[in-house]
């Protein structure tokens, strides 16, 4: 079955990175793109980019170019998202998320990597 | 960026009642969008893609509609299990966007 398993909680400082990973198995990995989705507390839902994990092509939204970088091993079937520059306000649960079709809907989800930060 | 405005925020529901939420893109999204189920602790569940088509293993009593920039998901007869918040979301152009979502509790 699908499965997306990220990486555990991560506490930061602000001004620090921090970088979440999300395995994949059930599927081929090269086959979907991977989009990383995030969730303020008691907040909504927002988009941050996708990967393609078949040619690392990558798409981020504006609101996080210069500070996000997406990667990918396709060896171990994983998938990374890298954030700095880290502020109060990207506090969140981030969320891996597989794009069926590369469409732009996602079918599977991770189970989220939950960032606080805080000095 | 094309915003999505759910409603209402909150909707409270008998089990075994219709729900009915609300939707509306702020351009014409042509049929790309999908809507979303979330309990509390867990990811978002995909319900509804291309506006109509229900994901694999989705009840029939979860149903899409819409035209254009309008759009609505009805359940048709409320199971407890339904009781979560709901998401629209937009894949018409990037950056993909999702609504506020709509807070979906039993009356």
């Known amino acids: ?119 | 960026e094309i915003v999505m405005t759910q409603s209402p925020a909150t909707l409270s529901v008998s089990p075994g009642e219709r729900a009915t939420l609300s939707c509306r893109a702020s351009q014409s999204l042509s049929s790309k969008f999908a809507w979303y189920q979330q309990k509390p602790g867990q990811a978002p569940r995909l319900l509804i893609y291309a506006e109509t088509t229900r994901a694999t293993g989705i009840p029939a009593r979860f149903s899409g509609s819409g035209s254009g920039t309008e759009f609505t998901l009805t359940i048709s007869s409320l199971q407890s299990e339904d009781f979560a918040i709901y998401y629209c979301q937009q894949y018409r152009s990037w950056p993909y966007t999702f609504g506020q979502g709509t807070k979906l509790e039993i009356k």
């Open chain 1, 1 to 119: 079955q699908v499965q997306l398993v990220q990486s555990g909680s991560e506490v930061k400082n602000p001004g620090a990175s921090m970088k979440v990973s999300c395995k994949a198995s059930g599927y081929t990995f090269t086959d979907y793109y991977l989009h990383w989705v995030r969730q303020a507390p008691g907040e909504g839902l927002e988009w941050m980019g996708w990967i393609n994990p078949d040619s690392g092509g990558t798409n981020y939204a504006q609101k996080f170019q210069g500070r996000i970088t997406m990667t990918r091993d396709t060896s171990i079937s994983t998938a990374y998202m890298e954030l700095s520059s880290l502020r109060s306000d990207d506090t969140a649960m981030y969320y891996c998320a597989r794009d069926l079709w590369a469409a732009g809907f996602f079918d599977y989800w991770g189970q989220g990597t939950l960032l606080s930060v805080s000095s």
